[in-house]
């Protein structure tokens, strides 16, 4: 009976043994799978180059205002040929203004303008929305702002950037600037500085501290420093492709109308400035960055969660209103066919023209374009970013 115990029990043990070990090889399995999974989705996260823009609004930045709208374009011309891994980055900007006495005291004087965005249409807008006045520039307390309120994301691939532009002490303000370049730094976030106006004052008021205490780059630039065009032969041509571009836009959809409105309104905002701007506004409309799935059907048949069978016949425009399936996707196709045509030609033009224009220009630049895109390529290198 003893002897019948212990098998039974030792049986037991056996079992019980091999069902452990079983459980712990399938939650191994488990664990491995999830790394798996986890590894897989954060590769497949495509890399962003994220800027956000603090730009002080007082009386004396409206030089600091108009390089921004003017030359917007071309920055994002340049952030365009970006790659990294072999993939070409995303690109997000978030715009801030400060020290203005028409914002809020009690904020700081401060206001975000507008979010993360990858709508460059909505960029400009908010850009040429921006007036100065007078009031009290606390750099502390806007890139503090910043940092807690944008979704700067945990990608260790992304390029993550604080451009702050001002001309006042960059230690002014209750919130010390030294906290808030500390709360950048846990970030992976590098905060760049642009004093306007000369080198070495920006020196004295903290502002190349204010960069070096992230790793980032202080520079001083020449904010009234009007935006020289260089025409070329192929200038007339790229905003007459410009115009054929803007019809093979399809909105649709509650946002439609009043996006293509948009998109005509900040055409006209970049002839309205110069002839540069515009220029460099077409080339930035044919690049990849210019996204508008969410009112052009072109775009928006492009992406995963697109399918025809969710569109109402209400939200088509009235040329695609009653018709079929087949219709409308045969009518989309031509539209992109038309618009990858042009956009290359616009890209072969400006290649043209941007020789022509190099080989004609002998000015050092000395403005907002280049002390971002300097910095940016600087930096971008410490993540094996490369530029085309």
């Known amino acids: 009976m003893k002897q019948i115990i212990k098998t039974s029990c030792l049986t037991f043990c056996l079992t019980l043994l091999m069902a452990c070990n079983a459980n712990t090889k399938t939650n191994q399995k488990d664990l491995a799978i999830s790394k798996t999974i986890i590894k897989t989705k954060l590769k497949d996260e495509k890399p962003e180059i994220k800027v956000a823009l603090l730009l002080d609004t007082s009386n004396s930045m409206d030089g600091l205002i108009d390089q921004a709208k003017a030359q917007l374009w071309q920055i994002v011309n340049e952030l365009s040929y970006a790659k990294c891994e072999g993939e070409n980055p995303d690109l997000k900007i978030a715009l801030y203004e400060y020290g203005n006495d028409n914002l809020n005291a009690e904020e700081g004087y401060l206001r975000q303008v507008l979010g993360f965005s990858d709508d460059l249409d909505e960029i400009s807008k908010s850009l040429f929305s921006l007036t100065t006045n007078g009031g009290e520039e606390y750099c502390g307390k806007v890139i503090k702002t910043a940092l807690n309120q944008l979704e700067w994301g945990e990608n260790k691939e992304d390029l993550k950037f604080i451009f702050i532009a001002g001309n006042e002490p960059y230690s002014q303000g209750r919130v010390s600037y030294k906290d808030a370049s500390k709360l950048a730094h846990q970030n992976d976030v590098t905060v760049n500085t642009i004093f306007c106006g000369d080198y070495n004052t920006g020196i004295s008021t903290f502002w190349k501290d204010g960069a070096d205490l992230t790793h980032g780059n202080y520079m001083a630039i020449n904010h009234n420093q009007a935006t020289v065009h260089i025409a070329s032969p192929y200038d007339d041509k790229i905003l007459e492709l410009n115009k054929k571009l803007n019809k093979t836009y399809v909105a649709y959809g509650k946002k439609g109308r009043a996006k293509l409105e948009l998109q005509a309104e900040q055409d006209s905002n970049a002839r309205g400035y110069n002839k540069a701007n515009a220029l460099n506004r077409t080339v930035s409309k044919s690049s990849r960055l210019y ?22 016949d209400n939200q088509l425009p009235e040329e695609l209103k009653g018709k079929s399936k087949d219709e409308i996707k045969s009518y989309i196709d031509k539209k992109r066919k038309e618009r990858e045509q042009l956009q290359k030609e616009i890209a072969e033009l400006n290649i043209k023209r941007r020789g022509y224009v190099a080989n004609r220009s002998n000015e050092t630049n000395n403005g907002l374009e280049n002390a971002l895109l300097k910095a940016i390529k600087e930096q971008a290198k410490q993540k094996n970013y490369r530029w085309e």
Do not use: P
């Open 291 to 312: 996204k508008n799935s969410s009112w052009d059907l072109v775009d928006a048949e492009e992406e995963k969660s697109f399918s025809y069978d969710n569109l109402k």
